[in-house]
C-alpha cells in the first residue's frame, strides 16, 4: 500500500483496491476518520481526492486504523 509518514499516535484511513488484492491507499487522519487536506503535499492531496472520488467503484470504503507502533 502507498501511504504518507504518520506522527506518532496519529490514525491512518486505509482504501482497500476492490480489484487487487493487496493494493490501495492510506492517508494519516484523525480518530474519526478525518483527513488534514492542509497538511498534505500537494500530491498526496490530489490522491487522497481521486481515491474518494471511486470508491465503490475502484475502493473500498475507508477503515480507520490506528498506527501501530508508530
Known amino acids: 500500500?502507498?501511504?504518507a509518514?504518520?506522527?506518532p499516535g496519529n490514525y491512518e484511513l486505509r482504501f482497500r483496491s476492490l480489484y487487487n488484492p493487496g493494493r490501495g491507499y492510506?492517508?494519516?487522519c484523525d480518530?474519526?476518520?478525518s483527513v488534514d487536506?492542509?497538511?498534505l503535499s500537494?500530491?498526496?492531496r490530489a490522491k487522497y481526492l481521486e481515491v474518494r472520488s471511486v470508491i465503490?467503484?475502484?475502493f473500498a470504503l475507508p477503515a480507520i486504523l490506528r498506527c501501530?507502533?508508530?
Open 42 to 44: 500537494a500530491g498526496l
Open 37 to 39: 487536506l492542509a497538511a
Open 56 to 58: 465503490g467503484r475502484e
Open 5 to 7: 509518514t504518520f506522527p
Open 26 to 28: 492510506v492517508f494519516p
Open 68 to 70: 501501530a507502533g508508530r
Open 1 to 3: 500500500m502507498n501511504s
Open 31 to 33: 480518530a474519526d476518520g
